[in-house]
């Protein structure tokens, strides 16, 4: 290489020995080639050469070799074109008087033959140049034999190609390598590409399946660095954003492997996947495809990557009916005005040496199967008629002139502009401001490669068609892909169309563009297929993961009671507020069922009645009390206390009342407040009528007379004002202590809201009992005494049994209500209430009422005064 040393030329050279063999004899004089290596070529000198690395033949089974050239043995149309596309836009440049000034661009353009060896070869030569003699000045100066390649087209290549023009810093910028791995900058400092990497086309196949919801698919990729690579990408992307998972994942064989192809295609045929993405090339399809139309293998939505998206040799009434639908992503269309004129302005020469070489005498032979005489040096002699060179390639059907489909082109014709434009900038930089050491400047004569990749990493430039060109910092261009549908017509016809595109910018990001309109569905229901390995999860229901399956395989779990999912596809059931509880089918939360004994429910009813029922018979009572209030039945032992029990008696069956409903602070605090009060003031009655039964009975004795001093109407009154009292300052000190609230509670039922109100205050609550139940206790033991009376009427009798009531009743209610929960605890204490005020109304009462009005014959002082005849 002219700009290094001869120690640097032979390292290179001795590292490709089996292809360039140097021997040198003096490291003062000159570097000699031992051997030519012959290659096919198209050639033409400028001031600036630019190399390209295409593929016009490929090696079908073997390499054949005769007198040093290198022949391979099938022609390939599309790299034919790819190689004239660079050769149009170099002439387009030399044309344009405002790119490169006075400055004609050359080119060297390489086949590679679609082999490594020779890839690799072809590389070398362009940087090494093919001159039999090297002369050394000692500084080696002077421009290298290529400024910059364009190429290659296989990842593989590529790989190979830049890890050894990048040690050189020689800019490389390939047109259709798309591996991931050629963005690492530190392996390939000097690589640039003009189609986007696999990692933007891997997400842009993960976007398609998350726009028709395919969460599960099987992946296939070729055996070499181009389908690993994207393999290893998209599993990692796919992993990443949660979109889905692969059923599989396989690796398709290099060539026809009949045993291994079968293994793969009966596991696509068993998996649930419907959806099978491909990353290979198209000769990894067709040996696939032969064993899916074998196996009759239907029903399978494909997804192409860009190396097979939009190749015609898939598109054939055999393999439509399998392969009609498929969605590829392909490389960016683009538009080469007079690019088709160019092509047929090309015609053979009989003289072999023109810039084509033997590229186009090849090209001519194989489209009109003919043949030139004589051949070129070392071409095999084809068969059929001589060639005359006018024959006219409009009246043949040619792949060379579709014009209508440059993908491949555009992206070749794009790296030919960017290396023209980089030029142009270096070109353009002033003295003294460039941005090299002492702000120099690169200038043609002494021009380093490195110098060319500076200025190509800066290049920015829109093309005809409108697209923007670019390189980030990974020698990557802008990405954009074109989406392609597959479509199959009635008539037999086939149509790749184009029905979006999914491109990067840097004000929006990533976007997928589809019109959906567009694509041709190859099933029945004209639809999107649905590929997952499990149903989503509706509303209602949590993922549960399968052991030993991905991810996108689960079972779907109802929520427990009071959670909720209101997503599909949710991990996790939440917890209603504590408010509220879960729907019947778990998707939300709704408010809790409350509960407490209200006034419109059945029991809450009867009780309500009846505690109103009472109070009216008491209203009632007392009615006829104060009508017979001069009679002697009501003027025995104390009327006025008869009124004032009563009255209590009244109040306790109204106090009930405080018991029904929903439970707020005022009736929590009220109604036992209410309850302890009215009971208390009904007790000390009895007790006070009972006490003055035993001093009068006392006072009827000799000597007696003294006791009734102490039970005169102020002392009754008294008595009873001040028990009362103390069961006042009981309530007043619970409620200010610890005062009963009402409260939701929820340990009853989770579904439902018991509102009670609690006591606050357990002491409180057990000595406002405890000193009712004491005056009861005092008031049955005074009255069980007193029962034997010999009064032919002792009321004694009528309190004993109304606190034997009293007594059993409440009793009773302290496990009844302990045990009772919710609602059914305050109906306990309200039944208590109104049986105990029942019992003492109709026992105390029940029997005077009988007589007044009757009995009114027994209503007289005699009556009740008279001693029985036995006990006189």
């Known amino acids: 290489i002219y700009s290094l040393n001869c120690q640097h030329l032979c390292v290179l050279v001795l590292f490709s020995s089996y292809v360039l063999l140097p021997v040198f004899s003096s490291f003062s004089t000159f570097c000699k080639l031992q051997r030519t290596f012959h290659l096919n070529a198209m050639r033409k000198s400028g001031d600036v050469v630019l190399g390209g690395l295409f593929e016009h033949w490929f090696v079908k089974y073997y390499l054949l070799i005769v007198n040093g050239y290198t022949l391979c043995v099938s022609f390939d149309i599309q790299g034919f074109r790819h190689a004239?596309?660079?050769?149009?836009?170099?002439?387009?440049?030399?044309?344009?008087?405002?790119?490169?000034?006075?400055?004609?661009?050359?080119?060297?353009?390489?086949?590679?033959?679609?082999?490594?060896?020779?890839?690799?070869?072809?590389?070398?030569?362009?940087?090494?140049?093919?001159?039999?003699?090297?002369?050394?000045?000692?500084?080696?100066?002077?421009?290298?034999?290529?400024?910059?390649?364009?190429?290659?087209?296989?990842?593989?290549?590529?790989?190979?190609?830049?890890?050894?023009?990048?040690?050189?810093?020689?800019?490389?910028?390939?047109?259709?390598?798309?591996?991931?791995?050629?963005?690492?900058?530190?392996?390939f400092p000097s690589f640039f590409r003009t189609i986007p990497s696999d990692t933007f086309q891997v997400r842009a196949m993960i976007q398609i399946m998350k726009r028709f919801g395919w969460t599960w698919a099987g992946l296939l990729v070729s055996d070499d660095d181009y389908g690993l690579h994207a393999a290893r990408t998209f599993q990692f992307d796919l992993a990443l954003s949660g979109?889905?998972?692969?059923?599989?994942?396989?690796?398709?064989?290099?060539?026809?492997?009949?045993?291994?192809?079968?293994?793969?295609?009966?596991?696509?045929?068993?998996?649930?996947?419907?959806?099978?993405?491909?990353?290979?090339?198209?000769?990894?399809?067709?040996?696939?495809?032969?064993?899916?139309?074998?196996?009759?293998?239907?029903?399978?939505?494909?997804?192409?990557?860009?190396?097979?998206?939009?190749?015609?040799?898939?598109?054939?009434?055999?393999?439509?009916?399998?392969?009609?639908?498929?969605?590829?992503?392909?490389?960016?269309?683009?538009?080469?005005?007079?690019?088709?004129?160019?092509?047929?302005?090309?015609?053979?020469?009989?003289?072999?040496?023109?810039?084509?070489?033997?590229?186009l005498v090849m090209f001519w032979e194989y489209t009109f199967q003919c043949r030139f005489a004589p051949p070129p040096a070392g071409w095999v002699e084809a068969g059929g008629a001589l060639c005359t060179g006018e024959e006219k390639l409009e009246?043949?059907?040619?792949?060379?002139?579709?014009?209508?489909?440059?993908?491949?082109?555009?992206?070749?014709?794009?790296?030919?502009?960017?290396?023209?434009?980089?030029?142009?900038?270096?070109?353009?930089?002033?003295?003294?401001?460039?941005?090299?050491?002492?702000?120099?400047?690169?200038?043609?004569?002494?021009?380093?490669?490195w110098q060319l990749v500076h200025y190509l990493q800066k290049v920015n430039f829109t093309t005809s068609f409108g697209d923007q060109v670019s390189f980030d910092?990974?020698?990557?261009?802008?990405?954009?892909?074109?989406?392609?549908?597959?479509?199959?017509?009635?008539?037999?016809?086939?149509?790749?169309?184009?029905?979006?595109?999914?491109?990067?910018?840097?004000?929006?990001?990533?976007?997928?563009?589809?019109?959906?309109?567009?694509?041709?569905?190859?099933?029945?229901?004209?639809?999107?297929?649905?590929?997952?390995?499990?149903?989503?999860?509706?509303?209602?229901?949590?993922?549960?993961?399968?052991?030993?399956e991905p991810v996108c395989c689960f079972d779907c779990i109802p929520c427990s009671e009071g959670k909720i999912s209101n997503e599909t596809d949710s991990m996790e059931c939440t917890s209603c507020l504590e408010d509220f509880w879960s729907s019947p089918q778990r998707d939300h939360c709704v408010p809790k069922k409350t509960e407490f004994l209200s006034y419109y429910e059945p029991l809450g009813i009867c009780l309500t009645t009846t505690s109103l029922l009472g109070t009216c018979i008491c209203a009632l009572v007392l009615g006829i009390f104060i009508c017979y209030r001069s009679t002697p039945m009501v003027r025995a032992n104390n009327s006025e206390l008869s009124f004032l029990l009563l009255a209590s008696l009244k109040l306790c069956f109204l106090c009930s009342l405080l018991f029904i409903g929903r439970p707020r602070l005022w009736t929590c605090q009220l109604r036992h407040a209410a309850f302890g009060i009215s009971f208390v003031l009904c007790v000390s009655c009895i007790l006070v009528k009972t006490m003055v039964v035993l001093a009068v009975f006392k006072a009827s004795k000799p000597g007696g007379t003294a006791s009734l001093k102490w039970f005169g109407a102020m002392q009754q009154r008294g008595t009873v004002i001040v028990?009362?009292?103390?069961?006042?300052?009981?309530?007043?000190?619970?409620?200010?202590?610890?005062?009963?609230?009402?409260?939701?509670?929820?340990?009853?039922?989770?579904?439902?809201?018991?509102?009670?109100?609690?006591?606050?205050?357990?002491?409180?609550?057990?000595?406002?009992?405890?000193?009712?139940?004491?005056?009861?206790?005092?008031?049955?033991?005074?009255?069980?005494?007193?029962?034997?009376?010999?009064?032919?009427?002792?009321?004694?009798?009528?309190?004993?049994?109304?606190?034997?009531?009293?007594?059993?009743?409440?009793?009773?209610?302290?496990?009844?209500?302990?045990?009772?929960?919710?609602?059914?605890?305050?109906?306990?204490?309200?039944?208590?209430?109104?049986?105990?005020?029942?019992?003492?109304?109709?026992?105390?009462?029940?029997?005077?009422?009988?007589?007044?009005?009757?009995?009114?014959?027994?209503?007289?002082?005699?009556?009740?005064?008279g001693r029985s005849t036995t006990k006189s």
């Open 723 to 865: 028990l009362t009292s103390i069961q006042a300052a009981i309530c007043t000190a619970w409620i200010v202590s610890a005062s009963p609230a009402p409260y939701k509670n929820t340990q009853y039922h989770n579904d439902k809201i018991v509102y009670e109100c609690v006591v606050g205050s357990t002491v409180g609550f057990a000595v406002l009992l405890g000193y009712i139940g004491s005056l009861a206790i005092l008031s049955f033991l005074l009255a069980f005494l007193a029962r034997n009376l010999p009064d032919n009427f002792n009321e004694a009798k009528l309190i004993t049994f109304s606190m034997l009531i009293f007594c059993a009743v409440w009793v009773a209610f302290v496990p009844a209500y302990v045990n009772s929960p919710g609602k059914y605890a305050d109906a306990v204490e309200v039944f208590a209430i109104l049986a105990s005020s029942f019992g003492l109304l109709l026992a105390l009462f029940g029997p005077k009422c009988f007589i007044i009005l009757l009995r009114p014959e027994k209503n007289t002082k005699k009556a009740i005064m």
């Open 473 to 548: 910092a990974n020698g990557d261009a802008l990405p954009i892909y074109d989406i392609m549908s597959w479509q199959w017509f009635p008539d037999g016809r086939t149509e790749v169309q184009n029905v979006g595109e999914f491109k990067r910018s840097a004000s929006k990001g990533e976007e997928l563009t589809i019109d959906e309109d567009k694509i041709f569905w190859n099933f029945d229901s004209k639809k999107p297929p649905r590929s997952v390995c499990s149903e989503s999860c509706p509303p209602g229901t949590r993922m549960a993961r399968k052991k030993g």
């Open 84 to 187: 004239n596309t660079m050769v149009f836009a170099i002439e387009e440049i030399n044309r344009n008087s405002n790119l490169l000034p006075n400055v004609t661009l050359g080119y060297t353009l390489y086949d590679n033959c679609g082999t490594l060896g020779i890839a690799f070869r072809a590389s070398l030569s362009l940087v090494s140049g093919q001159e039999e003699q090297v002369i050394l000045d000692g500084t080696c100066a002077g421009s290298p034999p290529v400024l910059g390649i364009v190429g290659d087209s296989y990842s593989t290549f590529t790989i190979a190609v830049s890890s050894v023009i990048g040690l050189y810093r020689l800019p490389l910028v390939s047109y259709f390598a798309t591996c991931p791995c050629l963005s690492d900058r530190q392996s």
């Open 243 to 359: 979109g889905g998972c692969l059923s599989y994942s396989e690796v398709l064989p290099w060539g026809n492997d009949p045993a291994e192809l079968r293994r793969i295609v009966d596991l696509i045929k068993i998996s649930t996947a419907r959806v099978v993405i491909v990353f290979a090339h198209e000769t990894h399809m067709i040996h696939l495809m032969e064993e899916v139309v074998r196996q009759n293998v239907i029903g399978l939505q494909w997804m192409a990557s860009e190396a097979w998206a939009s190749v015609s040799v898939l598109q054939t009434p055999d393999l439509m009916p399998y392969l009609a639908g498929t969605i590829g992503i392909a490389i960016r269309r683009g538009e080469i005005p007079g690019y088709r004129e160019f092509l047929l302005r090309i015609l053979p020469e009989q003289n072999y040496n023109s810039s084509y070489g033997n590229s």
């Open 395 to 449: 009246d043949v059907e040619t792949e060379l002139l579709d014009v209508s489909n440059l993908r491949p082109e555009y992206n070749v014709y794009k790296a030919v502009y960017a290396l023209a434009y980089a030029l142009n900038d270096m070109l353009q930089c002033e003295p003294g401001r460039g941005p090299f050491s002492g702000h120099s400047c690169g200038n043609l004569k002494e021009l380093e490669p």
